[in-house]
């Protein structure tokens, strides 16, 4: 664990490799430490490796990609600080962001001064907005529609009567994000939202919220918000009541250690992703990250959502650089954003259905549900695209 | 009624956990008159080091309980000799920003050993709640607090009854007339720091068998804050007592104010409200001493 932690450091301190003067640069502030680092470091690996597997198969019409990354701890201040060295140092005309904060901390100067394309861990409904961020994208579905997503699948699938749902979210920007559209969307479809819980991340005790469900006894319950805690103790404290609930997450709290965590408690649990799953060796673009992870990564085993993320928003970079160069436009931030919007049913290997671009967004995603004896999630529905 | 009485001993059984990281805080100020930042990275550390014994290293539960202790007193007692003895007697602040930049060096060290990802426990307890008349206690709760009972009851008979226990006494006392009677003040700084990150650690492996364990876990440390003040710093059944105190005010406000407020964490403001009102009235808190510094 030490060599793979000095290994980590060693990379971080190194991370700018000699590339000569024709190549295509995209930067990053990456949250390698602090809060957000547990997916800051597979987020910024999947990067890594989506560009040296381009590079390694002839790279973007010859020319190869440049990715220069740097910590920026998940604060905002450092991370406005990395963006605006590297922006000095390299120029480049992508660059991918650690947050929602440092997101729409630079986007006026991005829109007025740098106009580059970004993108960036976030999926924040906030940041998909052309109008107010025209050269911000999220490389996936918003949080919002996530939300959609989900209620949707709830719509269809009453377990008797009305369906009923409460959100249970943490007190924060990243929690509350999605809830107005939440309730309205559920609204739309006739769903009743029977009761909305806030809750702080990482709680010990949520015995006063499980209580507010014995109450209110909500056929499902979206949980976002959290990665891990309180959403194992949610789940037991539900279980322990004997209450029939189906509780569901969304991106970030879809990831193998809610199974890890809850064991037995773990099935049933279902949420939504917008990507393959590492394990799904019939989607043929998993089977080519896990031969690149074969070979330059021996010792991995698996690899969670937020690798794929990164790879995905890697693909989205190269793919926008790839459309530059066939029409002759030269890599700007005006003309990678001209490319995004082009972008039609693009065939991304079943990582996600065929991608198109809605207001800077890929509104799509699939239900997955827990199967605590196989340790794995298993789709329960198709691909849900909103309208 | 079955409401407010789910509400009460639910409350009570995490006041325990809030107690035993607040231990952590009590041990050390009680003997250097000290306030430890740095107690739930001490707390952090500690959980990691009984998840490697647990995980890595396949040891029994006691045993990882043992090494989870062991380790977090020995990273205290380097820390105590090579970064705090040498401030002796500078004042209180510098003393403060130390433990504060220590908490940091502990995060980015947990992350540099053990990554930072989450990681859970294995069961530690039995998956089986707890009944107790009407209320549900989920097992690690009600397990979590009869280690903070036990674990105050050795503290506090340490306190009272053992030789070093009334020598860390005087020594937080009158170090002066400590030394003159024949202390060994160091050894007593030591031991405290020892002893206060054994307890904290002993918490970190209950919180970190309740909601799994990363770099960040020692967040919880603030939380455990309003504890101590009200409690009292330098008091052992103080820190139950606060404990206590905030874990059932935490839950009634949830229970009860939660789903009446737009945006909800009522539950969440409540221990800082009671923090902020202590610190007006009695800043000492309810069993603490009367002449404690503002830092």
Redesign the interface.
């Known amino acids: 664990m030490l060599r793979k932690g000095l290994a980590m450091a060693v990379g971080i301190l190194m991370a700018v490799p000699a590339f000569g003067a024709d190549t295509i640069k995209v930067g990053a502030s990456q949250p390698l430490t602090g809060r957000f680092a547990f997916a800051g470091v597979q987020l910024n690996q999947g990067l890594a490796d989506v560009f040296a597997w381009i590079n390694e198969n002839g790279g973007i019409k010859g020319r190869k990609i440049e990715y220069i990354f740097e910590d920026s701890g998940y604060q905002v201040d450092r991370a406005v600080a990395v963006f605006k060295k590297i922006m000095a140092e390299h120029k480049p005309p992508m660059f991918y962001g650690e947050s929602t904060g440092q997101g729409k901390a630079l986007a006026p100067e991005i829109t007025k001064t740098y106009k580059i394309l970004y993108g960036s861990t976030s999926f924040s409904s906030e940041l998909a907005n052309p109008e107010k961020y025209p050269y911000t994208f999220v490389s996936g579905p918003t949080y919002s529609d996530m939300f959609g997503v989900l209620l949707e699948y709830i719509a269809k699938n009453p377990k008797g009567g009305k369906p009923t749902v409460a959100f249970f979210y943490s007190d924060t920007e990243f929690g509350k994000d999605p809830i107005p559209y939440a309730r309205k969307k559920a609204k739309e479809l006739g769903v009743d939202v029977v009761a909305e819980i806030v809750t702080k991340v990482g709680a010990v005790d949520v015995t006063s919220e499980v209580l507010e469900l014995v109450k209110k006894k909500p056929q499902y319950v979206i949980i976002h918000g959290f990665v891990l805690s309180p959403i194992p103790q949610v789940i037991r404290g539900s279980k322990d009541y004997g209450l029939d609930i189906s509780f569901m997450g969304t991106f970030w709290s879809m990831s193998q250690m809610i199974i890890d965590k809850l064991g037995e408690d773990a099935d049933g649990y279902m949420g939504i992703n917008p990507y393959a799953y590492y394990y799904e060796t019939d989607v043929p673009m998993i089977q080519k990250i896990r031969a690149f992870n074969q070979k330059a990564h021996p010792d991995v085993k698996h690899r969670p959502n937020s690798y794929l993320q990164g790879w995905f928003t890697g693909m989205v970079f190269a793919k926008c650089a790839e459309i530059c160069l066939e029409n002759g436009w030269e890599i700007t931030g005006d003309n990678l954003v001209k490319a995004l919007e082009s972008i039609r049913d693009w065939d991304v290997g079943g990582l996600m259905p065929p991608v198109t671009f809605v207001n800077h967004k890929v509104p799509v995603g699939r239900v997955y549900r827990a199967d605590a004896a196989k340790k794995r999630f298993v789709p329960v529905s198709d691909w849900i695209r909103l309208q | 009624m079955d409401?407010l009485i789910?509400?009460l001993v639910?409350?009570v059984?995490?006041g325990g956990?809030?107690a035993l990281v607040g231990l952590g805080f009590v041990a050390i100020f009680k003997a250097t008159g000290i306030l430890n930042f740095a107690t739930g990275e001490f707390m952090m550390i500690g959980a990691y080091f009984g998840y490697t014994a647990l995980v890595g290293l396949h040891l029994p539960f006691w045993a990882a309980l043992l090494v989870a202790l062991a380790g977090a007193a020995a990273v205290a007692l380097v820390v105590e000799r090579a970064l705090l003895r040498p401030l002796f007697g500078q004042p209180t602040i510098t003393v403060v920003m130390v433990t504060l930049g220590l908490s940091s060096i502990l995060k980015?060290l947990a992350?540099?050993?053990?990554?930072?990802?989450?990681r859970?426990f294995p069961?530690i307890f039995p998956?089986k709640?707890v009944f107790l008349g009407p209320a549900?206690v989920?097992s690690r709760?009600f397990y979590g607090f009869l280690i903070a009972l036990a674990a105050v009851a050795v503290l506090a008979a340490f306190f009272r009854y053992a030789r070093a226990g009334v020598a860390m006494r005087a020594t937080a006392s009158d170090q002066g007339a400590a030394y003159s009677l024949g202390v060994d003040i160091r050894r007593m700084f030591g031991l405290a720091w020892g002893i206060g990150a054994a307890a904290a650690a002993l918490g970190g492996v209950v919180?970190g068998a309740?909601?799994?364990i990363?770099?960040?876990?020692g967040?919880?440390g603030l939380k455990v804050f309003p504890v101590v003040i009200l409690g009292g710093l330098d008091s052992v059944a103080g820190a139950i007592v606060g404990g206590i105190l905030i874990?059932v005010l935490?839950?009634l406000?949830?229970?009860y104010l939660?789903?009446y407020v737009p945006?909800?964490?009522v539950?969440?403001v409540v221990p800082f409200l009671v923090l902020l009102l202590i610190l007006l009235v009695r800043p000492y808190g309810l069993f603490g001493t009367r002449e404690i510094e503002r830092v």
Do not use: C, H
Request: charged share 15%.
């Open positions: 409401f789910q509400l639910s409350g059984a995490v956990v809030y980015g992350q540099i050993i053990w990554t930072a990802e989450f859970s069961r998956r709640p549900v989920p709760l919180v309740i909601g799994g990363s770099p960040q876990l967040a919880l874990g935490e839950n406000a949830g229970g939660d789903p945006g909800g964490s539950k969440e």
